[in-house]
């Protein structure tokens, strides 16, 4: 969500809002169309009566539970882990590159193409595709896309406000 705030900070904050929620919407959906697939693999063979999206789900929820156990252990005091190399990673990918102003679409698209880049693939993107297997994929979606909504729109609003004061 740093790519949306330094993007509202560089642009506006309703180019970079849509943008940013349409990359992650469109991810949203991918990932749940991915769950609606393994919870649609047939039982043929030894796989008769076992249910494999939620040994996926399991497994995924697992995984990233102990690595973030295993990086929490392993971080000191002061230690930020990752916000650090998260907002130089946002950084490097708004750049101080001049961006046409004139063209709202060409802004939306580029804001939408380092969004989609930055977070594809992401932990979020994993949780949603287990639970999207596990649970109804419209509940899923609609819940995911508002709760992408609403930090999309606290990073845009802090992005805009910080533009303000830097």
């Excluded at 102990?66 to 907002?87: H, V």
């Amino acid at each position: 969500f740093f790519v949306a705030g330094l993007f509202a900070m560089k642009t506006n904050a309703v180019i970079s809002f849509i943008g940013s929620l349409g990359a992650l919407a469109v991810m949203t959906v991918i990932a749940v169309g991915i769950g609606q697939v393994f919870h649609n693999i047939p039982d043929i063979g030894i796989l008769k009566g076992v249910p494999l999206d939620d040994y996926c789900a399991i497994a995924a929820f697992l995984y990233f539970g102990i690595k973030l156990l295993s990086e929490a252990s392993q971080m000191s005091a002061g230690d930020r882990g990752q916000i650090d190399e998260e907002l130089a990673g946002a950084e490097e990918a708004v750049g101080d590159k001049a961006l046409d102003v004139s063209n709202p679409f060409g802004l939306i698209v580029q804001a939408f193409t380092l969004v989609f880049a930055a977070e594809i693939g992401d932990r979020s993107f994993l949780a949603t595709i287990a639970l999207g297997a596990a649970y109804n994929p419209l509940g899923v979606a609609a819940g995911a896309i508002a709760g992408h909504a609403i930090a999309t729109g606290v990073a845009v609003v802090a992005g805009t406000y910080l533009a303000k004061y830097l």
